[in-house]
C-alpha cells in the first residue's frame, strides 16, 4: 500500500469516526430528552396529591434546565472533538483486534498497531475517574452506616459498592494496558 491510499484509507476511517460520533451523540439527546420528561410526569403523578401545581411547574422547568444545559455541554464537548480516534470508523472486527493488541501489549499487524497507538494517544488522561468510582463506594457506605439501615438502603449499598470497586479496578486496569503497549511508557 502506498503513502497516498493509506492516506485515503485514513481519512475514510476519520469520516466514519465523526459520523459515529455525530450518530451516538444523536441517539443520547434522543434517549435523555424524553427520559428527562418521563421524570418530570412520573414525578407530577406521583406528588399530584399534596403538591401545589406551581411547585410541579417549578420542578418541571428545573429538570428542563438542567437536562438541556447538560446536553448542551455533551453536545459542544463532542463537537469540539472533531478529531475521534480512527478505531471509531473501523469495523466491529478490527475494533475487536485493537482491543485484544492492547490487552496483549502488541500486535503483529501494521494497521493493528497503527490503529493502537491512534487510540492511546486520543484518549484523555483520566486518572480522575477510578478515584471518583472509590469516592461513590466510600459515600455509599457512609451512608449506610449514617441512616437507619433499612432493607432498601443495605440491598442499594451491597449492589451499588462491588459495583463501583469493580468499575475503578477494570478502569485503571484497561489505562494500565494502554500505558503498557509496545513500551509506550514504562
Known sequence: MTGTEAGVGRLQLRERARHRVRRR???IILLVGPLAGLAIIIGGLVALGDTPPLNLIM??????LVTSALLGVVWLVQRRRSDPPLILGADLATRRAVHRAIRAGHSDDTRIDLLARDLIARSPAQAWVPWLYVLLALLQVVLLLLGDRSTSDVVRALITV?????????FWLYRRRMRRYRGLVA
Do not use: D, E, R
Open 25 to 27: 451523540m444523536g441517539l
Open 59 to 64: 420542578i418541571g422547568a428545573g429538570v428542563a
Open 162 to 170: 462491588p459495583f463501583f470497586a469493580v468499575a475503578a479496578g477494570y
